[in-house]
């Protein structure tokens, strides 16, 4: 009788794995989506990194969004013109111009130039250390522990004797950086130039308050507004205006050239790379150096900073 029992268990095994097969067979062709190939296509012409700086989740996410219409072809940060250009001819579109989102940090004080410090010995993070009082008595400025260098993927931002400052070399324009900062000191701005200018200050304070606690912030005096219409003074704040700057004559130059001078505090700088011609022209100079951060405020996405 064993051979019976072998036979009825054999027989039944393959009754079983028959209809398995038949239901999932149906199972495939009823529940089978379609996917669009053009998703496959720009999956395979994107870099992978994953990094959100296009607004999505990963690469994935975005190329579906591609693909149905939902969003841009040049939202790519870390693949730049090229990635765009091989993305619209998968959609067959023209590429738009676009301009690439760099972070501007506004703030430009070290640890010796921020007044009524005290120690903190709390958890050494940007997010803990903003919700106490007394860490710094600049409310505005950089905490300095670091929380935008840790976002960063690329070794893009560093913290500099308690400031982060911008690798322009390394920065994709993730906006990693801006997102994880908690006093949104950090602006993603489109760079039309290699370098742009910006102000390093966000307190809105009125001056005398500013000068106890800091001793390089914006202490809204004008100088900067009564020398060139690139700035306005808002909030008691020196912002720019981006739009003028697009359209800059040789006067507007050096407008702008004498309103960077005439500010006390000089906090108006060039974030960003230098240009061969700024490396010559200061190659023999003593002169400070040029800053490395870059712009748009996080407070307000509608709002240019300067």
């Known amino acids: 009788m064993t051979w019976v029992t072998i036979s009825l268990s054999a027989g039944t095994l393959v009754g079983m794995a028959v209809i398995l097969t038949y239901i999932l067979g149906w199972a495939n062709k009823a529940f089978h989506v379609e996917v669009d190939p053009r998703v ?3 999956n395979d012409v994107l870099p992978g990194a994953n990094c959100g700086g296009c607004g999505f989740v990963g690469c994935g996410e975005y190329a579906e969004a591609v693909a149905s219409g939902d969003t841009e072809v040049n939202k790519c940060t870390v693949g730049g013109a090229s990635c765009a250009a091989d993305i619209a001819g998968i959609m067959g579109v023209e590429v738009e111009e676009s301009l690439p989102y760099r972070p501007v940090i506004h703030c430009g004080a070290h640890y010796s130039q921020r007044l009524q410090r005290t120690e903190y010995r709390g958890e050494q993070r940007c997010q803990t250390a903003n919700i106490v009082a007394g860490v710094q008595g600049c409310t505005y400025g950089c905490l300095g522990f670091g929380d935008c ?10 913290i500099i004797d308690g400031l982060a400052s911008v690798d322009y070399d390394k920065c994709i324009g993730c906006g990693a950086c801006a997102n994880v ?14 370098q742009m200018i910006a102000v390093t200050c966000s307190n809105k304070d009125f001056g005398k308050a500013v000068k106890d606690v800091c001793t390089v912030g914006c202490i809204g ?16 704040l020196s912002v720019v205006n981006y739009d003028a ?13 004498k309103a960077m001078d005439k500010c006390p505090r000089k906090g108006i700088v060039f974030m960003g790379k230098p240009t061969e011609k700024d490396i010559l022209s200061v190659m023999h100079e003593d002169v400070p150096k040029i800053a490395k951060p870059d712009f748009k405020t996080t407070v307000d996405d509608t709002e240019w900073r300067g």
């Open 221 to 236: 005096c004008k100088a900067c507004q009564r020398n060139s219409n690139l700035f306005k003074i808002e909030n008691n």
């Open 40 to 42: 496959e296509a720009i």
């Open 245 to 257: 700057y697009n359209d800059l004559d040789d006067s507007g130059i050096d407008k702008l050239k």
């Open 149 to 158: 260098t840790a976002a960063c993927k690329y070794d893009a931002i560093h």
């Open 181 to 194: 900062c908690p006093r949104n000191i950090i602006s993603m701005v489109p760079f039309r130039y290699e």
